[in-house]
């Protein structure tokens, strides 16, 4: 099979159901034996090939009837609405993983995938704040999700919490959010309180660039 070399590095969001933590992180099943969230990116450098991606956004929301690993997924991408045809093209053959090595994220999506939704082209509002453990990703008339810091339950002081894996294939490190989910076209959920995991992270078809 013929691959293509690509690159993306920019700003990760990972939102889901489960608990603050994200036992998938863990090896561990979901929180309510179910997953239900999305990730996220905005490529700050990239390319797939001769085509340049800088700029592009896209979400994924997925559904999962148990742990990931199990399979069954559907699958939801959301590409924004700025990408020329070449770029669209482009960001789906990435997701698709077919120009990406076993074992690395958009392999093991296309892996454990059942049931591929048509792709949604639309506009991706973007607000990415890492240190400060807040994001929003709004994408009209689809989706709306937000991050913000756990807070203590007994003074409502910010929480800060770390996950560090050195040997992730999504990233090598996290900071660790509560998140907030709305989804209602293609895979349509809601979230009131899950985990979040926001990210700098950079792909490449081998995997996570340390």
């Not at 990972?14 to 603050?20: G, P």
């Not at 924004?80 to 960001?91: C, I, K, N, S, V």
């Not at 093991?108 to 240190?131: G, K, Q, R």
Request: with cysteine; hydrophobic share 40%.
């Amino acid at each position: 099979m013929t691959t293509t070399d690509w690159r993306l590095k920019g700003e990760w969001v990972k939102n889901c159901n489960c608990a603050f933590g994200c036992p998938c992180d863990f090896n561990a099943r979901p929180t309510q034996g179910h997953c239900q969230g999305l990730v996220a990116m905005n490529i700050q450098e990239g390319h797939f090939g001769d085509i340049g991606l800088d700029g592009l956004r896209f979400v994924v929301t997925v559904s999962f009837p148990g742990p990931l690993h199990e399979g069954h997924g559907t699958l939801q991408p959301i590409i924004d609405a700025r990408a020329t045809p070449d770029q669209r093209d482009a960001l789906l053959q990435i997701l698709s993983g077919q120009h990406s090595a076993e074992g690395t994220i958009f392999h093991i999506f296309s892996a454990i995938t059942e049931t591929l939704l048509e792709p949604i082209s639309a506009p991706i509002e973007w607000v990415f704040d890492m240190a400060g453990r807040k994001s929003r990703i709004v994408v009209p008339g689809v989706l709306e999700t937000t991050t913000e810091p756990i807070r203590n339950p007994v003074t409502g002081a910010p929480h800060r919490i770390q996950v560090m894996m050195p040997e992730g294939f999504e990233h090598r490190g996290a900071e660790v959010a509560c998140s907030h989910i709305v989804a209602t076209r293609g895979i349509n959920f809601r979230v009131d309180e899950g985990h979040g995991s926001l990210a700098l992270v950079e792909q490449r078809p081998a995997g996570v660039v340390a």
